[in-house]
């Protein structure tokens, strides 16, 4: 997996690059990776309806549950489906709008500074061997292309956001990914 440098878009995913972000501001750079759990309708899984959220077309008549967030404006920049598909909304030089107010070590915006990754799960559902096999190629990836990045600032939603927000939530196994990760550095 590669991060194309001039367009800091991900080589061979599917792209529906959305309108949901803007330039990150004054000299900010990637600094953190945020991990997030996404389902829609709540519980269910594949479907085109994270794609109309993250690009503005969700239709609110399409099930009770999009009334409520129909018109938001985020995304993120990727997804990772259940079956380890990836798909790419923002470019990851730019400010995907994933994880609202938040705040990191002490420093609040973190959308300014973060990239975000979508998992398709919920807190409950344990995320899929693909899904970790792509996450770690993914988070590879971008290791190699923002030096500014680190397996130590890597946090959940819930970590940025707590009481507001609890995904990826219990499910996800933070130690594997965290010892997937280490075996994949150079020694």
């Known amino acids: 997996m590669k991060v194309e440098a001039a367009t800091g878009l991900l080589v061979g995913v599917r792209q529906v690059l959305s309108a949901h ?3 990150r501001p004054g000299h900010a750079v990637p600094e953190l990776i945020v991990v997030h759990g996404i389902s829609l309708p709540p519980g269910e899984f594949g479907g085109p309806w ?15 549950y999009f009334r409520q967030i129909a018109g ?3 995304s993120a920049h990727v997804l990772i489906r259940r079956d380890g ?16 107010v938040s705040e990191y070590r002490g420093r609040p915006a973190c959308n ?4 975000g990754i979508e998992l ?6 344990a995320y899929t061997d693909a899904q970790y096999s792509q996450l770690e190629a993914l988070i590879r990836a971008l290791l190699a292309a ?4 680190s397996v130590e600032h890597i946090a959940g939603h819930s970590d940025i956001a ?9 499910s996800f196994d933070w130690a594997r990914l965290r010892a997937g990760l280490s075996e994949a550095r150079p020694a």
Do not use: N
């Open 85 to 100: 598909r990836i798909v790419q909304y923002v470019p990851f030089a730019a400010r995907a709008w994933h994880a609202g």
């Open 162 to 170: 707590p009481g507001r927000k609890t995904d990826p939530g219990p």
């Open 112 to 115: 300014d500074f973060s990239i």
């Open 50 to 64: 994270i794609d109309r959220l993250f690009t503005g077309g969700l239709p609110p008549e399409a099930h009770p």
């Open 146 to 149: 923002y030096p500014t990045l």
């Open 21 to 23: 972000c803007d330039a």
């Open 72 to 74: 938001s404006r985020v």
């Open 120 to 125: 398709e799960g919920t807190d409950e559902t």
